[in-house]
């Protein structure tokens, strides 16, 4: 997964802009929230917000050394509790994590679990200031190499412009991460030439 943290607003707001206007771009930013982002629906997936009850699904995809070692804020191991924080961080809406689930037999190389669907990849959302909105991702390894990710990213990327159609969406990226890489640019993000907050990462953005 691309690392998920610009150094700040892309676009800083104009100095000389009337208070009113500021006040309205303040205002607007201050609510808008990822606490209601609906489920989606694509070819071979449903994705939406992870809930409590998804924590169990949510350590067993993530526990994996090849995943914690790609995504800075997961801890190794990554416990039980561990995914329940990350599913709990959501409520506050400036974050949201959607799980990206196999719908029952819509995709034959994945085997459901009983209840007929398999947790196969999570798709981070944040809202960065008043401007920007940086997304991120983790496959899991079974998972890998479907066109998953472009799946869940492509259908969550749709709907943010639709919904906060103001902001910015950027992403990090180590440019070593080739398939990460590859996959943002076949995405409709472009290297800006910045160095991301994370060491290592450069700032990709989507226009």
């Given at each position: 997964?691309?690392?998920?943290?610009?150094?700040?607003?892309?676009?800083?707001?104009?100095?000389?802009?009337?208070?009113?206007?500021?006040?309205?771009?303040?205002?607007?930013?201050?609510?808008?929230?990822?606490?209601?982002?609906?489920?989606?629906?694509?070819?071979?997936?449903?994705?939406?917000?992870?809930?409590?009850?998804?924590?169990?699904?949510?350590?067993?995809?993530?526990?994996?050394?090849?995943?914690?070692?790609?995504?800075?804020?997961?801890?190794?191991?990554?416990?039980?509790?561990?995914?329940?924080?990350?599913?709990?961080?959501?409520?506050?809406?400036?974050?949201?994590?959607?799980?990206?689930?196999?719908?029952?037999?819509?995709d034959p190389g994945v085997a459901p679990d009983p209840a007929g669907?398999?947790?196969?990849?999570?798709?981070?959302?944040?809202?960065?200031?008043?401007?920007?909105?940086?997304?991120?991702?983790?496959?899991?390894?079974?998972?890998?190499?479907?066109?998953?990710?472009?799946?869940?990213?492509?259908?969550?990327?749709?709907?943010?412009?639709?919904?906060?159609?103001?902001?910015?969406?950027?992403?990090?990226?180590?440019?070593?991460?080739?398939?990460?890489?590859?996959?943002?640019?076949?995405?409709?993000?472009?290297?800006?030439?910045?160095?991301?907050?994370?060491?290592?990462?450069?700032?990709?953005?989507?226009?």
């Amino acid at each position: 997964m691309p690392g998920m943290k610009p150094r700040g607003e892309t676009v800083p707001f104009p100095t000389w802009a009337a208070p009113h206007i500021v006040d309205m771009f303040t205002i607007r930013g201050a609510r808008d929230s990822l606490a209601d982002l609906p489920a989606i629906e694509t070819a071979r997936l449903s994705v939406a917000a992870l809930q409590p009850a998804d924590a169990a699904a949510l350590r067993r995809l993530t526990d994996d050394p090849a995943i914690t070692a790609a995504v800075d804020f997961l801890p190794t191991p990554f416990t039980l509790q561990d995914a329940e924080d990350l599913i709990r961080s959501g409520r506050r809406g400036r974050d949201c994590f959607l799980g990206a689930w196999t719908r029952g037999g819509a995709d034959p190389g994945v085997a459901p679990d009983p209840a007929g669907r398999d947790l196969v990849g999570v798709v981070g959302t944040h809202l960065r200031g008043t401007g920007t909105i940086e997304i991120g991702y983790w496959i899991g390894g079974a998972a890998r190499g479907r066109g998953f990710a472009y799946e869940a990213v492509s259908a969550i990327l749709g709907l943010l412009g639709a919904r906060f159609p103001a902001r910015l969406v950027v992403a990090e990226c180590r440019p070593a991460n080739v398939a990460s890489w590859g996959l943002l640019q076949k995405l409709g993000f472009r290297d800006t030439g910045e160095e991301g907050h994370r060491p290592g990462r450069r700032l990709l953005r989507r226009d």
